[in-house]
């Protein structure tokens, strides 16, 4: 079973991710602040990380290059969420790193379906 | 050869005023110094001849052969005393000649059978009365000579004769040509000293213009902090004061200009960032709120009754509607910043980004029985244009068209490439026969907030904002839009879009783009596009 860590400092946000994966069989974990979440991804990689963008202290941007500076996530998964729906936005995640790209707001059926399409992709490969 | 022109003028006409002063000067000096050369000459020939004549007379006591020597030396003594004396003769009271001494010799006529006689009238007749006179007169070998009559009148009466002394000008006028001559000289010489003064003089002028142009130069090629300094004490002075004061303005405005700008510049930013966050703050409680009322509604939390399935749905209508407004209004935000195409450009295939639409709107038009038709020309150009915000205009203006068709209606999309103002473009136009655009609102509709009907906004939501941002969109890439309507029968809205810089078509090779009249009239004559 695949383990999706979501990070999200909205709690609702958190909330409702993690039960639209659980619905659809995923195992879930999850943080709402970026430090502590980027420890608990680099101790113990996930399959794929469904990341906010806009959060206090460590951002999402910021987080992202972190983590792709680990050599322990430098393989996983990213999919970012966000508000943003900005090209430049889009692509400056993608450059960072990202795998993939959602924006707010967002229907759960897309939202499964990316997360699959990022999951059956090889590791490391850049998903559309 | 710009350069030194106003040096070479300026130059040129103090060089003339000199040279022109400078002849006309040595003229009257030369005549006047001429003139009284001549005056002098003949005054000192009439005192010489009035002084001469007695002891000359009185040497007719010498005539006989054996007082010759004496004659001759005496004579050529007497001679001595007048540099310009050419010939003296004594004539008696009728006209005769008694002594005449020439070129250095001395004839003497006495008892003579025919002694030569004066001739000329005038000079006769002073002989003859005993009077003094004295004319210029022309020799027959064209040499002018002054000719002076002085009388010789002894106390004793007896002999009477006159002394008649013909003087030379030509020491008169070789001083003449010489004075001539070193006025020429002076002249030459004077017109070199001229031309050095006045190229100095114009260069004194010239240095303030100079520093003047140098400095305008400098200004115009954006060092802002030149200024000139010239102290002539003249208009160039002046010139040079308020070129710095026009230069100190330009640099204030200037500095004051970019002030404004990074100002502006913050606050744009500012205004961006705040777009940013509102956005995120309305979009993150909406996305939590569609994604829950979407599980509800599928059944993924759980069976709900039917009441209250029918609350669930009406709810995701207005999430989903309320998603729309939020996201028209942060675009309609970035919008008003571009004044220009600044946003990233991209290169577009129209192709798939219209089949990429009617395909997002399939479900929606097959649920209404709408007929949805796309008509694409095989020779669409590629657009070079902001894909996200050239998307955005189709969507908008389908959702309106959806919007607006009653069920069982159509929708015909015809895209083809199209020459508009002399520019190569795209046209794209949307029919559809809903209840159509009354002929004076089809240029308001696209104002912001601008609804035909009030009523129709709770009829088929929206804010009147997605025409406006069409509009917007569109301008900002130097296309036009408009809609052309037949109240009741339904609405075409057109939107022409430019090529941008290359001009390259679809790997299908192309027909010829189909020219038409700007009006669209005849739509009828694209079908087979």
């Known amino acids: ?128 | 050869m710009k350069r030194g022109r106003l040096q070479t003028r300026i130059a040129r006409h103090i060089a003339f005023a000199v040279v022109v002063s400078l002849v006309l000067s040595a003229l009257v000096l030369v005549v006047f110094r001429h003139r009284s050369v001549q005056r002098n000459m003949e005054q000192s020939a009439r005192t010489y001849a009035s002084l001469v004549s007695k002891p000359l007379a009185g040497l007719t006591g010498y005539l006989g052969s054996s007082g010759r020597g004496i004659l001759d030396q005496q004579v050529a003594a007497l001679r001595e005393l007048n540099q310009d004396v050419t010939r003296l003769e004594i004539v008696d009271v009728r006209g005769d000649i008694v002594l005449r001494s020439e070129s250095g010799t001395v004839n003497v006529y006495g008892n003579g059978v025919d002694p030569p006689t004066i001739t000329d009238g005038k000079i006769l007749r002073a002989i003859t009365r005993l009077d003094s006179t004295a004319v210029r007169v022309t020799e027959p070998d064209g040499t002018h000579v002054y000719r002076v009559v002085a009388p010789v009148v002894q106390q004793w009466g007896g002999h009477m004769y006159s002394l008649v002394g013909t003087f030379s000008y030509e020491r008169v006028d070789r001083q003449f040509r010489s004075s001539l001559w070193l006025s020429a000289l002076i002249i030459v010489v004077g017109l070199g000293l001229t031309h050095w003064v006045s190229v100095t003089l114009a260069g004194g002028i010239m240095q303030g213009v100079e520093r003047l142009r140098k400095g305008a130069q400098r200004l115009s090629e954006g060092k802002l902090d030149e200024r000139v300094f010239v102290s002539s004490r003249d208009e160039i002075e002046e010139l040079a004061e308020v070129f710095n004061a026009m230069a100190d303005e330009l640099q204030n405005t200037i500095r004051r200009l970019r002030e404004a700008n990074r100002e502006l510049e913050t606050l744009d930013q500012t205004k961006a960032d705040m777009v940013a966050n509102v956005s995120h703050e309305l979009k993150t409680p909406l996305t939590a709120l569609r994604g829950y009322l979407e599980l509800m509604s599928d059944g993924g939390l759980g069976t709900i009754p039917g009441e209250a399935q029918r609350a669930v749905m009406v709810c995701r209508k207005n999430v989903q509607r309320l998603s729309l407004r939020v996201e028209e209004l942060v675009q309609l935000s970035h919008l008003e910043r571009f004044t220009s195409l600044d946003a990233a450009r991209e290169e577009i295939a129209l192709r798939s980004l219209l089949e990429g639409i009617v395909e997002t709107f399939r479900p929606r038009v097959e649920a209404r029985g709408i007929d949805l038709t796309l008509r694409l020309n095989q020779a669409l150009p590629l657009l070079e244009s902001n894909g996200e915000q050239i998307e955005r205009v189709f969507l908008n203006i389908l959702d309106n068209a959806v919007k607006f068709t009653p069920a069982g209606g159509t929708i015909l999309i015809i895209a083809e490439p199209y020459e508009h103002e002399g520019r190569d473009g795209v046209l794209v136009r949307v029919r559809d026969s809903g209840v159509g655009i009354p002929r004076e609102a089809l240029v308001r509709i696209f104002d912001r907030f601008h609804q035909v009907d009030p009523s129709s906004r709770r009829r088929y939501g929206g804010m009147g904002l997605g025409l406006s941002l069409v509009r917007n969109i569109v301008e900002a890439h130097r296309g036009a839009v408009w809609a052309e309507s037949e109240e009741g029968v339904g609405a075409t809205f057109v939107v022409w879009l430019p090529i941008i810089e290359k001009t390259r078509r679809e790997p299908i090779a192309g027909q010829p783009s189909v020219r038409l009249d700007s009006d669209g009239a005849d739509r009828h004559g694209v079908e087979e596009a």
């Open chain 1, 1 to 128: 079973m695949a383990r999706v860590f979501v990070v999200d400092d909205e709690p609702d946000m958190v909330d409702l991710l993690a039960t639209i994966l659980k619905a659809d069989g995923f195992e879930v974990d999850t943080d709402t602040d970026g430090r502590s979440a980027l420890a608990r991804l680099l101790a113990e990689p996930p399959d794929l990380v469904l990341l906010d963008l806009m959060m206090p202290d460590l951002d999402g941007m910021e987080l992202l290059k972190l983590l792709r500076l680990d050599p322990k996530g430098s393989l996983v998964p990213v999919l970012v969420v966000s508000a943003r729906t900005g090209h430049q936005d889009q692509l400056g995640t993608l450059q960072l790193g990202a795998n993939a790209y959602i924006c707010k707001p967002f229907s759960p059926r897309e939202l499964v379906r990316q997360v699959r399409q990022l999951l059956a992709a090889p590791q490391g490969e850049t998903s559309e």
